[in-house]
């Protein structure tokens, strides 16, 4: 059960050497990588702009958050959304695939672990969009040949060389025939949303748009259905034939939000994921608190889980501080 973890700490790994992607955003040419190497089809959601290759299983990557955005909204109006983590390592590792790895774009990518752990007093907004440091380094590279076939990094995020967060991602990667193979009949099929009964109330899960909510109205105490729009641009960039691991994590984030102090941070998240969440079945999200605590005093760690049709789909422990526990940054 991933509630018996730590945190993984990444932070005794050294900055990245001056190179090349470095110098290009210091002149302030940089723009984002080409949306298709994230896995994006919204220029607007791409958030990395650059890499160099420092060794075989070692990189610097460029990225940058803005202060403003449609869906990661500031919390509390004045601290980055940490789901801005999550969605910034879930694309290092789609980058890293077409970029340094030579998988090519059409190759399908299966998320089976990913977690961060924040410094929270860096995740204050300043004047201007932040221009993160990422180092990545991959202890597991797994090829058939010379096809890779799974990867496991792990990443450190900074700026101005104060560690913002860090964090690890594994998944495996399948070609196109196989994958056809696999999902003929989810692929053939029509995905569609899943409105179901009313959306909880957007205030009480840290948004500000019922169209943003994920959790249906409870159906008894910490359970909830898993509802979605595929028109939400963000959510649903593209339209696959599966709901996304990013919306499994968001429902994650929003079931240990409710009945939480307003303005909570999802400080650190380790989640696993054992399954494809199918379009079509309903799928139900359960909260509890946790086995074991981490975090400060004033933490709430919270065990979420998501079943579908009888089977488990996935698992998450999310610890949050309230954004008043978080000493400023200077």
């Known amino acids: 059960m991933i509630t018996t973890l730590e945190p993984t700490d990444f932070t005794t790994s050294p900055p990245a050497e001056h190179c090349a992607c470095q110098a290009q955003t210091d002149n302030r040419l940089a723009a984002t990588v080409p949306r298709a190497l994230v896995h994006r089809a919204a220029v607007a959601e791409v958030f990395l702009t650059g890499m160099c290759r420092i060794t075989e299983d070692r990189f610097h990557i460029k990225a940058q958050w803005p202060r403003g955005h449609s869906f990661f909204a500031p919390v509390a109006g004045t601290h980055y959304?940490?789901?801005?983590?999550?969605?910034?390592?879930?694309?290092?590792?789609?980058?890293?695939?077409?970029?340094?790895?030579?998988?090519?774009?059409?190759?399908?990518?299966?998320?089976?672990?990913?977690e961060y752990s924040t410094v929270p007093e860096q995740l204050v907004m300043g004047g201007a969009p932040a221009d993160l440091d990422l180092t990545v380094t991959c202890p597991e590279i797994r090829r058939r040949g010379s096809r890779l076939t799974a990867l496991t990094y792990e990443v450190v995020i900074r700026q101005?060389?104060?560690?913002?967060?860090?964090?690890?991602?594994?998944?495996?990667?399948?070609?196109?025939?196989?994958?056809?193979?696999?999902?003929?009949?989810?692929?053939?099929?029509?995905?569609?949303?899943?409105?179901?009964?009313?959306?909880?109330?957007?205030?009480e899960v840290g948004r500000l748009s019922p169209f943003d909510v994920v959790l249906s109205a409870a159906s008894g105490p910490g359970v909830w259905e898993l509802r979605y729009d595929i028109r939400h641009p963000v959510l649903f960039d593209h339209v696959g034939d599966h709901v996304p691991g990013m919306v499994l994590l968001e429902a994650a984030r929003q079931a240990v939000t409710i009945d939480a102090e307003a303005g909570v941070i999802p400080v650190s998240v380790m989640s696993t994921y054992h399954r494809y969440a199918e379009f079509g079945s309903p799928l139900w999200i359960?909260?509890?608190?946790?086995?074991?605590?981490?975090?400060?005093?004033?933490?709430?760690?919270?065990?979420?889980?998501?079943?579908?049709?009888?089977?488990?789909?996935?698992?998450?422990?999310?610890?949050?501080?309230?954004?008043?526990?978080?000493?400023?940054?200077?």
Not at 86 to 108: K, M, N, S
Not at 198 to 203: G, M, N, R
Not at 315 to 330: C, K, N
């Open 81 to 114: 959304d940490p789901m801005l983590i999550a969605e910034t390592i879930r694309q290092v590792g789609a980058y890293l695939a077409h970029e340094a790895f030579d998988v090519p774009v059409g190759h399908q990518f299966l998320l089976w672990s990913l």
């Open 160 to 203: 101005e060389d104060r560690v913002v967060a860090t964090g690890r991602v594994g998944y495996t990667v399948t070609s196109p025939a196989v994958y056809q193979r696999l999902r003929a009949k989810q692929l053939a099929a029509q995905p569609d949303s899943v409105l179901g009964s009313a959306p909880v109330a957007p205030a």
């Open 286 to 330: 359960r909260a509890e608190p946790a086995s074991a605590e981490l975090g400060g005093a004033a933490a709430r760690s919270v065990r979420v889980t998501g079943h579908q049709d009888g089977e488990q789909v996935f698992e998450a422990v999310v610890v949050t501080e309230p954004v008043g526990s978080v000493p400023p940054r200077f």
